[in-house]
DNA sequence: CGTCGTTATGTACGCTCGTACACATGGGAT
DNA sequence: ATCCCATGTGTACGAGCGTACATAACGACG
């Protein structure tokens, strides 16, 4: 029996189940099958995370980094003179276009808090930071839609096995954009008509 | 043993599906929870539905019918003289206001799709159901964004617990809608560079 | 009436699961 | 040096699961 005192251990079983869920759902996913992957004795699991839903609650909060990356790596989402839609259509594709895996993992974990209330806090704080950063670059109207049509389109991809259209991407959120000079924290809401067609 | 040749047993095994869904999440469902619940053996849901995949897929297309049903109460969405985004955002917060559990299992098997590539198809035949409704009244790029930014409005409310917003979801749809005199067909994508910032 | 295929029923096997618990161990406080 | 508690380990129990299968009833059809 050796490797007693491990610390880290905690973390290493958030990886494992980041792997298990990556590779059989969530449904795949049980105080044993981490204890197998993080090769540690089922008691580990149970002590370290007493119920699937403090596992799951840890396992999310680390996915939803895995966005934040992209976002990250591309300083263009913050620079004020760039082409905010075509930019985030990018940056999406990117994203859909990497490992699927990976993709799929946070949006299982992330689509969960329907029926775990426990997570629903976790996928409120990733709302959030996107909507955050957004709405650095618009309002704070115009981020919300934003992520709520990132997150349709990220449906749409990956529910009905429709590829990525990454120009139709960027058409849909330019729509949602206020035209320059109605962006001044007021909030739009009477944007002439003729700037939508 | 009573109610030998039960006709219909298949259809009540749905509902009765549909039932244990709604309670107790797709996580709930097993042939012998649907058994229960539709108050015959075991051995009958086996024989119906060889797997749980083909009790959801036709769970699925069955409660895919709730939300085509309040849209068909409302003809004013088939209306060319009504306000697309404000009926759009009245049915919507009429569905969300209704029976939660309801959109709530809906929703759960509509995104079960994500894992289970039995459900894509189905689900991929509500989005095209919605998008050929909204077709007839705009284009179908805009139908599609249309269905997207829904999507993406319901995750929000039902994921993270915040309340739906009429009079936020009106304002968002009605920017992917183009002015009227561009809605020809010919379909969008030409609007200058200067509308997106 | 008799036959046959579809439908219905009951039961059993092997597996995985969450949970509980008794025991081992080792490091930090005293 | 000693004690104590957080941490680690092994095992067992009862429940639920998918699946398989032998058997029984029924209705259609000749």
């Known amino acids: 029996m050796p490797r007693r005192h491990d610390p880290e251990r905690r973390q290493r079983l958030i990886d494992a189940a980041i792997r298990v869920v990556g ?3 969530i449904a795949g996913l049980s105080h044993r099958t981490v204890a197998a992957e ?5 008691g580990s699991t149970t002590y370290h995370f007493a119920t699937l839903d403090d596992l799951m609650v840890a396992a999310l909060r680390q996915a939803n980094e895995g966005f ?3 976002v990250a790596a ?3 989402l913050s620079d004020p003179e760039a082409d905010l839609p075509a930019e985030l259509a990018r940056v999406l594709g990117e994203w859909l276009g990497g490992d699927r895996t990976g993709v799929e993992l946070e949006y299982e974990l992330y689509l969960a808090a329907l029926r775990r ?3 629903r806090p976790v996928a409120a704080e990733w709302a959030e930071g996107v909507g955050a950063l957004l709405a650095a670059r618009t309002d704070p109207v115009t981020a919300r839609a934003l992520v709520a049509v990132l997150d349709g389109i990220c449906l749409q991809v990956l529910l009905t096995d429709t590829p990525y259209d990454e120009e139709y991407a960027r058409e849909v959120l330019a729509r949602l954009v206020p035209a320059p000079g109605t962006r001044d924290g007021r909030g739009p809401g009477s944007l002439p008509p003729a700037a939508a067609g």
Do not use: F, I
């Open 74 to 76: 591309h300083p263009a």
């Open 23 to 25: 590779r059989k759902g």
């Open 117 to 119: 209330p426990a997570l």
């Open 38 to 42: 993080a090769d540690v004795p089922l």
């Open 68 to 70: 934040a990356k992209v």
